[in-house]
């Protein structure tokens, strides 16, 4: 997945640069849903993304906005994936999916705690949970 270039003035169509792919949503799902921030963290997910994709796809969250990368204070060659306001204001869009996905999917519905809370008490739940993302990456940042 290369750096988005602009098909169209369509939001639809800027969307779909850049989350058409498998693997972008997931990423992000698992940043804002499980907590996760590293490299060997997103790889350790069950859908098995190959390393040179997520090596891609993080490359281009970081570039379009939606990503924070820095080196971890304890150790210098691991880097930490932090999220961005562009990506923390995905939220609703992620409960929506998550609920439709309950809707229609053949399987048991979603057992994810963050979800539960956020689906429980939609907007006030969602504000609320925002700005923990917020505080908890200000504090990793050192912000």
């Not at 098995?48 to 080196?71: H, M, Q, Y």
Request: hydrophobic share 40%; net charge positive.
């Amino acid at each position: 997945m290369k750096a988005n270039h602009l098909r169209s003035d369509c939001s639809i169509c800027y969307a779909l640069d850049i989350f058409g792919d498998k693997w972008t949503l997931l990423i992000l799902r698992d940043m804002l849903f499980e907590g996760k921030s590293s490299f060997s963290e997103f790889k350790a997910s069950e859908e098995k993304i190959a390393t040179n994709i997520l090596t891609d796809r993080l490359k281009t969250l970081d570039a379009e906005g939606f990503l924070i990368k820095t080196a971890s204070a304890a150790n210098k060659a691991k880097y930490l994936y932090s999220l961005t306001d562009k990506s923390i204001d995905l939220l609703p869009v992620f409960v929506e999916l998550f609920s439709w996905g309950d809707k229609y999917r053949p399987a048991s519905p979603s057992c994810n705690p963050v979800y539960k809370r956020l689906k429980a008490n939609n907007s006030p739940a969602i504000a609320e949970y925002a700005q923990e993302l917020k505080q908890h990456r200000d504090a990793v940042l050192g912000g």
